[in-house]
Structures are given as C-alpha cells and as structure tokens.
C-alpha cells in the first residue's frame, strides 16, 4: 500500500520542516511519498524547501503560481499523489502536525479492513486545551444554524474596524456542544466530523473524488467534507489509537502578526465559506 502525504505549506518553514521530518523519521522502511504543495509563500520559504530535498525523490514539490486557499490548494497536491505516484492512501496535513508513530500505516490499514471508512481522522494532540480537537459532532446542523453564525460573523468582521471584536467572540463564537460523550475520545467512533489538520483518505473516497470541495478559501471544509460523505452513504471514522501533533495556527500567525489583521481576514473567509455550506445545504433539501 503506498501512502502519499501532501502537506500545504505557507510560510511556515520550520513547521514545515518538523513536519517532514516526524515523516521520515516515523515512516522508514514503508512505501511512502511526501507532496509538499507551496501555495505561493511570499516569504520565498518554498524555494527553499525546494532545495533542501531536492535530491530525496519520495519528496516530490510543487509550486503554486497563486494562493489558492486552503481546500484548492491541498487539492492540487492530492490529485498529483492520485494520478501521478497512484497513491493508495492520501494524507491531508497541516504543515503544523507531525506525525508521531512508527506503526501508523499498519494501524490505518488494519481499520480500513475492518471497516471501508473513507476518511479517518486521528487522536489530535495540541499544546493548549482540550488537548484534542477529534472526534467532531456526529450530525450537520441545519440551515438556521449556520446563517445564525454568518450574522455573527458578519458582526464580528465590522467590529474589528473599531478593535471590539474580541469582547464579544467568547460568547458568540463557541462552537456547538459535542452531541458525543467524553469517554468517547479514547473509543473507536464512526460516522462524525473530522478535524482538517489531518485526513486520512482511503482508497474508496480516492476512487470517488479528487480531494476536498473546492468552493472556499479557507474554514468549512470540515462540515462540507462530512456533508460529502453522507450525501454519498461513506464513513468516516475517529480512530484514538493513531495519534499526531498539532501545534495549531502556524500559517495564518506567521502572515498575521496583528491580531485584528488576523481576524478581519479570519471573519472574510468564514462568511464566505458559511455562505456555500448554507447553499449546499439548501441545495440538498430541495
């Protein structure tokens, strides 16, 4: 089975780096590929990725001409390890996760037979609470939530302008209660959202798609991927027992050093991407 691993990277080198490296280093003597898609880091760090394994062929590097975005840009890494290298497992990650096991492709492999998931998601491990960001709720909300969200987010966009977005952001913006049960983190859970740090794509879902839905910049790409698989009868699956690392924002932090720059652009994209999950989901209840 070869997995490929495509990491989108945007100035963020040295995550970038630690990234591959937890790779290599975890994964010898298997049959991998690293895609390395830089989404045209204006801080030249692609190029210099480039070159830096420029002589290891299972790193293969690709350079976008522009700033696609989160899901169109993991994309074009993903259809290169689907056509190109004929990847039998795809791993979407962030350039600020590293993977942490020796056995992780066994464990995937041995799930994948047992259960013909599509896509699974690991134990996430963060620096700051709640030390876990998977599994996500096991049911999409419906129409009215989200554009309750747009409105506050739209709100929130405008107080930026005037440096009081941050007054209001702990009350609006917490995220719906998890309809699963604690104890479920260290269980085996199917059917629920996964975190978009880290995706693992199995043959079923690769023979389907050629990777995320391509309709936002940025946020989203969660709940649309498991409005995707249900749509299609897929599974997705939580499995505890593969673990990574996340260090949680590298990419947007290293652009943004201004927090309210950093949000007003934060609050753009999710009003786009809340407005196409509100379509999709009026669509689909036609």
């Not at 309709?215 to 997705?236: A, P, Q, Y």
Request: with cysteine; net charge positive; hydrophobic share 35%.
């Amino acid at each position: 089975m070869l997995f490929s691993f495509v990491i989108l990277h945007y100035n963020s080198l040295q995550e970038t780096i630690k990234c591959v490296n937890s790779i290599k280093e975890t994964q010898k003597g298997t049959d991998f590929n690293i895609v390395i898609v830089d989404n045209n880091s204006p801080d030249g760090s692609g190029k210099e990725l480039a070159q830096l394994w420029e002589h290891e062929p299972q790193i293969k590097f690709i350079h976008n001409e522009l700033n696609l975005g989160f899901a169109r840009g993991n994309n074009v890494g993903f259809r290169y390890a689907k056509y190109e290298l004929k990847s039998d497992f795809i791993i979407l990650q962030n350039a600020d996760t590293e993977v942490l096991q020796d056995d992780f492709q066994n464990l995937i492999v041995e799930e994948y037979k047992r259960s013909g998931f599509s896509v699974l998601g690991p134990f996430v491990k963060t620096p700051h609470p709640p030390y876990t960001t998977n599994p996500g709720r096991n049911s999409i909300p419906n129409v009215s939530y989200f554009k309750k969200r747009l409105r506050m987010y739209r709100l929130h966009y405008y107080l930026t302008f005037v440096h009081l977005d941050g007054l209001f952001s702990r009350y609006h913006l917490r995220q719906i209660s998890n309809s699963l049960k604690k104890d479920e983190i260290h269980e085996t859970v199917y059917n629920v959202k996964l975190h978009g740090c880290f995706m693992v794509f199995s043959p079923i879902y690769i023979s389907k798609f050629d990777g995320l839905n391509d309709k936002t910049f940025m946020f989203n790409e969660e709940d649309l991927l498991f409005l995707r698989l249900k749509r299609n009868n897929l599974i997705s699956v939580y499995l505890p027992s593969v673990e990574i690392f996340h260090e949680e924002d590298a990419s947007t932090n290293n652009v943004y050093k201004a927090e309210n720059k950093k949000n007003r652009f934060i609050y753009k994209c999710k009003i786009q991407s809340t407005k196409v999950m509100i379509k999709e989901l009026e669509e689909l209840n036609k």
